[in-house]
């Protein structure tokens, strides 16, 4: 039985953890402004540096022409705009089954030694730095693309092209949408396999019908974050794009996207009147596109989400 002169103390603690939380609530809250804030600064700093050649140019002008004449004072982004798309979109097309497909095999059928061998594997390609997978793109990709590929398909080509950039890319963010996939299905319980099982399925059925129904919306989340990381790539697609202005005709065509021109020019010809600001501007886009195509993919991630509830 707690004595009345212990009442005192256990009230004081009380408060002291009451405090404790409170403090601990708001810090975290605290934080997650600070991220949202650090969202809206980079925006709006973007979007001050873009002003100039917006009060220049109309947008359609800017956004839907394909002339690039800094010196003349031509800022015609749809060339690198595509070429972001169109690299981005080879990446994840022939990633996404990849990745998956490989996910499952380690989740559901392979055996541990596998895993053991597999896994540090993955660790190690994600560390690389970019500039080894351009250089391995340089030594490996482009030849390859150049000599074998591209003869079958069109009279002549470098090597250096969209296709090229998109293969690059792709392994690039491999190791990421395996891992986000391994995962996704290590988190679906065992209980609901075995249930499966039992009820005479085989397992892929099981695989198929309960594993990736199960994690549906998860991959639908981990392609978004795929898609935004490689949207952003630079250095390694850089080295094997081309960086040739131009609308692209075939995937054998060199490209230049948005994240490879920042690169290229930015500290080169700033003191060209509104070049500095077409840049900021082509920053602004890509910033504008990733985050648009972030925040829909969430919308149609929660209708999916709200269906299969």
């Known amino acids: 039985m707690i004595s009345e002169t212990a009442y005192p103390k256990v009230h004081h603690l009380s408060k002291l953890r009451l405090l404790k939380d409170n403090m601990a609530g708001s810090a975290m809250f605290t934080f997650t402004m600070v991220s949202v804030l650090l969202l809206v600064l980079i925006g709006a700093g973007l979007i001050i540096k873009s002003l100039p050649i917006l009060e220049e140019k ?33 990446a994840i097309v022939w990633t996404v089954p990849v990745s998956l497909f490989t996910a499952i095999f380690l989740t559901e059928n392979s055996r541990s030694w596998v895993k053991k061998v597999v896994f540090p594997a993955l660790d190690i390609l994600a560390g690389l730095p970019s500039v080894v997978y351009g250089v391995w793109g340089i030594l490996v990709v482009v030849p390859w693309i150049s000599d074998r590929l591209a003869p079958h398909f069109v009279e002549f080509s470098t090597g250096y092209s969209m ?40 397992r892929w059925q099981t695989t198929k ?3 990736l129904k199960k994690t549906f919306p998860g991959i639908l989340a981990s392609v978004t974050l795929a898609i935004s990381r ?74 999916i989400e709200k269906s299969l509830n």
């Open 163 to 202: 296709l090229t950039a998109g293969i690059v890319l792709g392994i690039m963010i491999l190791p990421l949408m395996i891992s986000l996939f391994v995962e996704l299905f290590t988190s679906v319980s065992q209980e609901l396999r075995d249930a499966s099982l039992s009820l005479g399925a085989t």
């Open 58 to 90: 109309t947008l359609g002008e800017l956004l839907l022409t394909s002339k690039w004449k800094p010196m003349r004072g031509d800022f015609g982004f749809l060339p690198f705009i595509l070429g972001t798309l169109w690299v981005t979109t080879i």
């Open 230 to 303: 490689a949207m952003g790539e630079t250095i390694a697609v850089l080295m094997v794009c081309g960086n040739i202005v131009q609308l692209p005709g075939s995937i054998f065509d060199g490209c230049y996207p948005l994240p490879a021109l920042i690169a290229n020019n930015y500290g080169e010809m700033l003191s060209l009147p509104l070049y500095e600001s077409a840049l900021m501007l082509a920053a602004l886009i890509l910033f504008i596109v990733v985050f648009v195509f972030n925040i829909g993919s969430r919308l149609i991630l929660r209708r």
């Open 209 to 211: 019908h309960v594993v």
